[in-house]
């Protein structure tokens, strides 16, 4: 028996697609019987299986463990939680690897899959390979058993284990997704006062988009923090592996500007230590790191690269733009947002300020928002390479760790290729917005070169 994937869902760090178009419960079982394959070959022989909220996420979860236990794996049911719980169980339980069901951050109708083995992230080329050997039907065989395990008590208590932080007055705001139950009892033992918003799980989304880092889905945490007069707000996204948070003015906290919070007592206790953020961060966190006696590192963009430059470079702390937050210090090196919004409360405690005040003493600079377009698939790498190759021309200031990220006296611009869409991805930032308008222009100069023009229907 063979299975062939849309290829469309065979990412650079998931599985994902679109339920009912691209992905279905058959893509679920041969994935299952893939990665089965995958583990036996690896000695593998029992994994964890969680899933989100998502209204098909019981069918493909199903489909999933039918292809695991049909490829010879023995399956653990951790249940319907957030993907940190998933991988929580993988680092806590006798498995050597877990599947979450889960669209992540993507609208009610997506669903895919994030899969773990023997400590890394099945990333890349790996998940070009599980499409291979569903084609060729190159799989195990075997009769794997079922059985279920509840390690959200565990899970909780080890998010309040040193938990040394004040009592502050915060507002939440889950957004439907996969965290709400989990967070709702964290809350009952979290000192302070809690106010949440959307714990109740639901796959459809009602009242926004489960994505914390386009500000227009923090409005109503922003509304709930104003009314009530709170410190401050955090909020999740669909499966709670990326945090967004808002000030006691209701500022967004960027996910850059987050790690120069939460790097203070880590580089306290771990003196001289390497923080990696990715090429889309701030110059001033990688500068507030050095000061701080840190080993600032800039790295490529995507949780799959970043945790595996966590493991070679011993980080204690990583994070990226788009609000993954990676902790192995106290914790298991995977990207939690319920992890980071406790060790946030017991960053700013540590800071004797309040988060307000720590947002209003960072260095000012003026930053695009992150800027997308629409490019061929077949043109983007390419079109990042002339660019790079022009820079070089005109001996410009460039890293080229993932893209191009040109410094100039102005500040920095970056143009990188997504790996997950068909899109090309800038930002910059400068000490003003003269400057900044330049960086634009060179953005738009070097993009023309390329025969790239950014249109009206181009998001950010």
């Known amino acids: 028996m063979t299975h062939q994937f849309d290829r469309s869902i065979l990412r650079e760090y998931d599985v994902?697609?679109?339920?009912?178009?691209?992905?279905?419960?058959?893509?679920?079982?041969?994935?299952?019987?893939?990665?089965?394959?995958?583990?036996?070959?690896?000695?593998?022989?029992?994994v964890a299986v969680g899933?989100?909220?998502?209204?098909?996420?019981?069918?493909?979860?199903?489909?999933?463990?039918d292809g695991l236990t049909a490829g010879g794996l023995d399956v653990?049911?951790?249940?319907?939680?957030?993907?940190?719980?998933?991988?929580?169980?993988?680092?806590?339980?006798?498995v050597q690897g877990g599947i979450q069901v889960t669209g992540s951050h993507n609208p009610g109708d997506y669903n895919g899959f994030k899969m773990l083995l023997n400590g890394r992230s099945v990333f890349g080329a790996e998940i070009q390979d599980l499409g291979r050997r569903a084609a060729a039907g190159d799989w195990s065989e075997g009769q794997g058993k079922v059985s279920d395990a509840d390690v959200s008590d565990a899970y909780i208590d080890a998010l309040l284990k040193n938990f040394d932080g004040n009592a502050y007055r915060i507002g939440w705001d889950a957004g439907n997704g996969a965290a709400g139950p989990i967070l709702e009892r964290l809350l009952d033992k979290l000192p302070g006062e809690h106010h949440s918003l959307y714990t109740e799980v639901d796959g459809t989304f009602p009242n926004h988009h489960p994505d914390p880092t386009v500000e227009k889905n923090l409005g109503d945490l922003k509304r709930l923090v104003a009314?009530?007069?709170l410190d401050f707000g955090i909020a999740f996204d669909g499966d709670a592996d990326r945090i967004g948070a808002?000030?006691?003015?209701?500022?967004?906290?960027?996910?850059?500007?987050?790690?120069?919070?939460?790097?203070?007592?880590?580089?306290?206790?771990?003196?001289?230590?390497t923080i990696i953020a990715d090429v889309k961060a701030s110059q001033t966190l990688f500068d507030r790191i050095a000061e701080m006696g840190g080993q600032p590192l800039m790295w490529k963009t995507g949780h799959s690269l970043i945790k595996a430059k966590m493991k070679e470079t011993g980080s204690p702390l990583a994070g990226e733009m788009s609000g993954h937050i990676f902790y192995k210090h106290e914790w298991y090196g995977f990207d939690d947002a319920l992890n980071a919004a406790i060790r946030l409360i017991r960053a700013v405690s540590a800071s004797g300020k309040s988060l307000t005040q720590l947002k209003s003493e960072m260095p000012i600079s003026v930053a695009t928002p992150e800027m997308r377009f629409q490019v061929d698939e077949a043109r983007k790498f390419a079109a990042v390479k002339e660019v790079a190759a022009r820079l070089a021309a005109e001996g410009a200031a460039v890293d080229a760790?993932?893209?191009?990220?040109?410094?100039?006296?102005d500040g920095w611009w970056l143009l990188r290729a997504s790996n997950t869409q068909d899109v090309l991805v800038?930002?910059?930032?400068?000490?003003?917005?003269?400057?900044?308008?330049?960086?634009?222009?060179?953005?738009?100069r070097q993009l023309a070169l390329s025969g790239i023009e950014l249109g009206d229907d181009d998001t950010h």
């Open 246 to 273: 808002v000030d006691g003015e209701g500022r967004v906290i960027w996910g850059d500007q987050l790690v120069m919070i939460l790097a203070g007592p880590v580089l306290q206790a771990l003196p001289g230590s």
């Open 16 to 46: 994902r697609g679109v339920v009912g178009k691209t992905l279905g419960e058959d893509d679920a079982r041969a994935l299952g019987r893939s990665y089965a394959a995958l583990a036996a070959s690896e000695g593998a022989t029992k």
């Open 401 to 409: 760790t993932d893209g191009v990220r040109v410094k100039t006296d």
């Open 426 to 444: 800038a930002r910059a930032e400068a000490k003003d917005q003269v400057g900044l308008d330049r960086l634009m222009a060179d953005i738009d």
């Open 51 to 65: 899933r989100d909220g998502r209204t098909h996420s019981p069918a493909m979860e199903a489909a999933l463990i």
């Open 76 to 94: 653990v049911r951790v249940g319907m939680g957030p993907s940190p719980l998933l991988y929580f169980a993988v680092a806590t339980l006798d």
């Open 227 to 229: 009314e009530k007069g």
